[in-house]
């Protein structure tokens, strides 16, 4: 079970993807729609899905100029304006599909640099009921060495209390950062900030209401530290509105809520213009597939300052693929090599986990 401010989960679910050309080459994409998020759920995204995979249907690609421009057209359509998920998981099959193809990772096709031949990832700490559990937590937090954490809190005083406790139990050098899941009003949001200052924490993610754009504004304006919009994001007015117009310090960019990897780099961009802090996010419950692709996006954005996600076993029962692929000490993964995602997908485990809601006829 894990537990936020808006949602509780102990199951996921996501929408996976598998293309396939007439050459038998084949690109698998992930999705995971999360309605308290940006308001789409599961049927809708499968029925997008659906009318998305006809739109692919008989295209043929000579470069990768062709993918962008067909991706390009077909990401502007109602259905996958409707259903970012759905047209994330669409959109990184055909990345995936391609990049095999050309025997390349994806993050090559977006950029020849590569930086770093790691990626670190921050450790997430969710809300726990009683002080044992955080404690048994906080152990194995400690074991894996985590540069940074983010600790998850449903309540003012009872989130100052375990921010205490963390902060004691980790010590002085790991960085610490909140994710408040919109449970603060915009007053208690200041007072909040104001009353962990002893904490020293290095940011606040989504601190009040999703669509309380003013009061997120207000808070930033009051906070010496970084404000971070996650939920914000996906309001009627965008992220490219809190980012024109000084909403926040920061946004925490899902491949899946922003809609795959190109409208995610956009926004990437123009927030990296604008010197915020960027993290680079992830649903919990996501599979090796859209870790993956987090991994490969990651790369693509080297100044993003926080990683989240690849935390396949640590919370799922089984993963896609028949190694473990989530990250180990210090939040250590590496970055990508081998072709297309740079995994290889377990097509029997997709079967075994999938429930049948539609048939598509191609």
């Not at 990049?99 to 997430?124: C, E, H, N």
């Not at 200041?190 to 009353?195: A, C, E, L």
């Not at 000084?246 to 780099?265: E, M, P, Q, T, Y």
């Not at 926080?306 to 989530?326: C, H, M, Q, T, W």
Request: aromatic letters at 10%.
């Amino acid at each position: 079970m894990v537990k936020h401010g808006l949602f509780s989960r102990s199951k996921t679910e996501n929408i996976i993807i598998v293309l396939q050309d007439s050459l038998g080459n084949k690109g698998f994409g992930e999705g995971t729609p999360r309605h308290y998020v940006t308001g789409e759920n599961l049927d809708e995204c499968l029925k997008s899905a659906e009318t998305l995979s006809h739109e692919f249907l008989g295209q043929q690609f000579e470069s990768f100029d062709d993918v962008t421009a067909t991706l390009s057209v077909i990401g502007n359509s109602i259905d996958a304006q409707k259903t970012p998920a759905a047209f994330c998981a669409m959109e990184t099959a055909v990345l995936d599909m391609w990049s095999r193809f050309k025997q390349v990772p994806i993050w090559r096709l977006f950029t020849s640099d590569k930086l770093s031949d790691a990626l670190f990832y921050s450790g997430v700490i969710p809300h726990f009921g009683h002080e044992y559990e955080l404690l048994q937590f906080i152990e194995q937090i400690k074991r894996l060495e985590f540069r940074a954490v983010k600790v998850k809190i449903i309540d003012p005083e009872d989130g100052l209390s375990q921010l205490k406790l963390v902060r004691e139990k980790l010590g002085s050098a790991i960085d610490v950062r909140i994710d408040a899941n919109a449970v603060f009003s915009v007053e208690d949001a200041i007072k909040f900030i104001k009353r962990a200052k002893t904490i020293r924490l290095s940011a606040v993610e989504q601190p009040v209401r999703k669509n309380d754009l003013k009061g997120l504004k207000k808070v930033s304006r009051n906070s010496d530290i970084p404000i971070i919009a996650d939920e914000s994001m996906y309001t009627s007015e965008g992220p490219f509105y809190l980012i024109e117009n000084d909403v926040c310090h920061g946004l925490n960019i899902r491949l899946s809520s922003c809609g795959g990897f190109r409208k995610a780099l956009e926004i990437f961009q123009r927030a990296h213009a604008k010197n915020m802090t960027v993290v680079i996010g992830a649903h919990v419950g996501e599979t090796a597939i859209l870790s993956y692709a987090g991994r490969n996006f990651a790369v693509i954005c080297p100044e993003s300052r926080y990683l989240e996600g690849s935390f396949s076993r640590y919370v799922l029962k089984e993963d896609l693929v028949p190694e473990n692929i989530a990250f180990g000490r210090e939040g250590y993964a590496p970055t990508p090599i081998r072709s297309g995602l740079g995994i290889e997908i377990d097509e029997t485990s997709i079967i075994d986990w999938s429930s049948l809601y539609a048939s598509i006829d191609s």
